[in-house]
């Protein structure tokens, strides 16, 4: 069982930034593809962005692209979103996921365990 716990959300102004944490509790964590999804008020989950077992591939839902970036720290057990250039329309609860293979890393289904959520809000 995987424990995952988000941290660093908060309520910014749109053009702020925010840096959100995964810590795992998994000491393999690197055999682990990790993902950061989020759901606004009354809307499903949706795919944020997600990065390899190695950290050596990365993929972004298209309204992030050049405004968050995801890393992760194999030695640390972590993976962050930094997120730039925020917008009124990022408003969501944001969860980190973890899944065992890197395949697919845009489906929720795929992933195994989930983390229990940060709330971030972005006033205009």
């Known amino acids: 069982q995987v424990q995952l716990v988000e941290s660093g959300g908060g309520l910014v102004q749109a053009g702020g930034s925010l840096r959100l944490s995964c810590a795992a509790s998994?000491?393999?964590?690197?055999?682990?593809?990790m993902g950061w999804f989020r759901q606004a008020p009354g809307k499903e989950r949706e795919f944020v962005a997600a990065?390899?077992?190695?950290?050596?591939?990365?993929s972004y839902l298209d309204s992030v692209k050049g405004r968050f970036t995801i890393s992760r720290d194999n030695a640390k057990n972590t993976v962050d979103l930094q997120m730039n250039n925020l917008k009124p329309e990022d408003t969501a609860v944001y969860y980190c996921?973890?899944?065992?293979?890197?395949?697919?890393?845009?489906?929720?289904?795929?992933?195994?365990?989930w983390g229990q959520g940060t709330q971030v809000t972005v006033s205009s």
């Open positions: 990065i390899t077992r190695r950290g050596d591939d990365t």
């Open positions: 996921a973890a899944k065992y293979s890197d395949w697919g890393p845009r489906s929720s289904g795929t992933y195994a365990f």
């Open positions: 998994e000491r393999t964590f690197s055999g682990f593809a």
